[in-house]
């Protein structure tokens, strides 16, 4: 499938591009996607996963290639970048171009880091991006139902139709209800759910800003002064009623999120395995915050994982939750979908038990033994390829 990315953005000095730069460390090779924009703020960022690294073990493959997803690096947004301040042009260009949104939101105080509005509070930020896309949105609708009036008294006085596909009244229908909830300053995915099936087309071929699944990423600093940090009991009470704030919006909103030091995280991406983990405790941060960015960003935009795996390379492909086997194989090549007969699948973890007893690096001889155990299943056109299956293509 094409390049699933995630655009990075927030207000400057947030840590956007720390971020960025600790992501990037976890890019893949280029030989390995040859096709891929070469622009330095666009990272190809492989998926961490234990599955591949086992499977590639014990078939011994000479490549490994994992399962990927693109991040970007956006402008910092100001206030007014819907109307053209800052970069904001480019800015939203940039937005409406990503498929989902890595919010990057500071958590931390730190008067050596100046606060493009002063005070910490995220809260704050959150709503001040959010306003520029719903008022950016605002206007990309408000053009569409100037051109739309046109359209409904054409077919009105004529019944003529306007083009293949096309319905102005149904379009209207769905845009008003858009446009009502912009006007309440809330975003457009919160009305998806009052769309007939008609009408969600028409929304999504408009590309709204505030149409996008949105991950935040709460950044704090290891000894810093955090909000998260409310059972400190220094932590001011104004610092406990902003993150109390902040998680009554994420609740309410049903939104997610993620925290991450994005400073430890680019100080660490030189390193690998226990030596990272162990120097991660030495600077006080205590999970694997880019890896929890990296998976959460993959499971919000319903992607999942097959496996090929053999003596040549094991790789992990990127599909869409609930894509059926002709579809998941056209991640491998276009041919696949078309001329897919069958498919051979598996488990991983009951392929890598198959062949427990069996020469490692053997592939085939654990097919084999899974076969004839009848834990290899050939499955046709309707199947529903799920999350960590073993796939080998018949066409």
């Given at each position: 499938m094409a390049n699933i990315s995630v655009g990075i953005v927030g207000l400057p000095n947030v840590g956007k591009s720390t971020l960025f730069n600790a992501l990037t460390k976890k890019s893949v090779p280029a030989e390995n996607y040859p096709f891929c924009t070469i622009d330095p703020s666009v990272g190809i960022i492989a998926v961490p996963d234990e599955r591949l690294d086992k499977l590639n073990e014990f078939s011994k493959s000479k490549k490994k290639i994992p399962a990927v997803i693109e991040f970007v690096d956006i402008a910092g947004l100001v206030k007014g970048a819907s109307k053209g301040e800052g970069k904001g042009n480019a800015f939203l260009q940039n937005v409406r171009e990503c498929d989902a949104i890595a919010q990057v939101v500071r958590i931390f105080d730190d008067p050596k880091i100046l606060h493009v509005e002063t005070e910490i509070d995220p809260l704050r930020d959150i709503q001040i991006i959010n306003l520029e896309l719903i008022l950016k949105d605002l206007e990309t609708v408000s053009k569409r139902f100037g051109s739309l009036e046109k359209d409904l008294k054409r077919t009105s006085s004529t019944k003529a139709t306007v083009g293949q596909g096309a319905d102005p009244i149904i379009e209207h229908s769905a845009l008003t209800k858009v446009l009502k909830a912009l006007e309440n300053e809330k975003m457009a995915i919160t009305v998806f759910d009052e769309l007939d099936e008609k009408e969600k087309p028409f929304v999504i071929n408009t590309q709204l800003l505030t149409s996008?699944?949105?991950?935040?990423?709460?950044?704090?600093?290891?000894?810093?002064?955090?909000?998260?940090?409310?059972?400190?009991?220094?932590?001011?009470?104004?610092?406990?009623?902003?993150?109390?704030?902040?998680?009554?919006?994420?609740?309410?909103?049903?939104?997610?999120?993620?925290?991450?030091?994005?400073?430890?995280?680019?100080?660490?991406?030189?390193?690998?395995?226990?030596?990272?983990?162990?120097?991660?405790?030495?600077?006080?941060?205590?999970?694997?915050?880019?890896?929890?960015?990296?998976?959460?960003?993959?499971?919000?935009?319903?992607?999942?994982?097959?496996?090929?795996?053999?003596?040549?390379?094991?790789?992990?492909?990127?599909?869409?939750?609930?894509?059926?086997?002709?579809?998941?194989?056209?991640?491998?090549?276009?041919?696949?979908?078309?001329?897919?007969?069958?498919?051979?699948?598996?488990?991983?973890?009951?392929?890598?038990?198959?062949?427990?007893?069996?020469?490692?690096?053997?592939?085939?001889?654990?097919?084999?033994?899974?076969?004839?155990?009848?834990?290899?299943?050939?499955?046709?056109?309707?199947?529903?390829?799920?999350?960590?299956?073993?796939?080998?293509?018949?066409?």
């Amino acid at each position: 499938m094409a390049n699933i990315s995630v655009g990075i953005v927030g207000l400057p000095n947030v840590g956007k591009s720390t971020l960025f730069n600790a992501l990037t460390k976890k890019s893949v090779p280029a030989e390995n996607y040859p096709f891929c924009t070469i622009d330095p703020s666009v990272g190809i960022i492989a998926v961490p996963d234990e599955r591949l690294d086992k499977l590639n073990e014990f078939s011994k493959s000479k490549k490994k290639i994992p399962a990927v997803i693109e991040f970007v690096d956006i402008a910092g947004l100001v206030k007014g970048a819907s109307k053209g301040e800052g970069k904001g042009n480019a800015f939203l260009q940039n937005v409406r171009e990503c498929d989902a949104i890595a919010q990057v939101v500071r958590i931390f105080d730190d008067p050596k880091i100046l606060h493009v509005e002063t005070e910490i509070d995220p809260l704050r930020d959150i709503q001040i991006i959010n306003l520029e896309l719903i008022l950016k949105d605002l206007e990309t609708v408000s053009k569409r139902f100037g051109s739309l009036e046109k359209d409904l008294k054409r077919t009105s006085s004529t019944k003529a139709t306007v083009g293949q596909g096309a319905d102005p009244i149904i379009e209207h229908s769905a845009l008003t209800k858009v446009l009502k909830a912009l006007e309440n300053e809330k975003m457009a995915i919160t009305v998806f759910d009052e769309l007939d099936e008609k009408e969600k087309p028409f929304v999504i071929n408009t590309q709204l800003l505030t149409s996008k699944l949105i991950l935040y990423v709460l950044n704090k600093k290891a000894g810093g002064k955090n909000l998260d940090e409310i059972n400190d009991p220094t932590s001011p009470e104004a610092s406990r009623d902003k993150w109390e704030k902040l998680m009554k919006f994420f609740e309410k909103n049903k939104a997610k999120y993620v925290l991450v030091d994005a400073n430890i995280e680019n100080e660490l991406k030189e390193f690998e395995g226990e030596e990272k983990e162990s120097f991660r405790k030495e600077l006080g941060a205590d999970s694997d915050g880019i890896g929890n960015l990296i998976t959460s960003s993959y499971e919000l935009l319903g992607l999942e994982t097959f496996f090929t795996t053999g003596e040549d390379e094991t790789r992990g492909w990127t599909i869409k939750k609930g894509s059926i086997a002709p579809e998941a194989g056209r991640a491998i090549h276009n041919d696949f979908k078309e001329k897919f007969i069958r498919a051979e699948v598996i488990p991983w973890d009951t392929l890598l038990e198959a062949g427990s007893g069996l020469h490692r690096g053997s592939a085939r001889q654990a097919y084999a033994a899974a076969r004839e155990k009848g834990l290899l299943r050939t499955e046709g056109k309707e199947y529903v390829v799920k999350d960590g299956d073993v796939i080998e293509f018949k066409i």
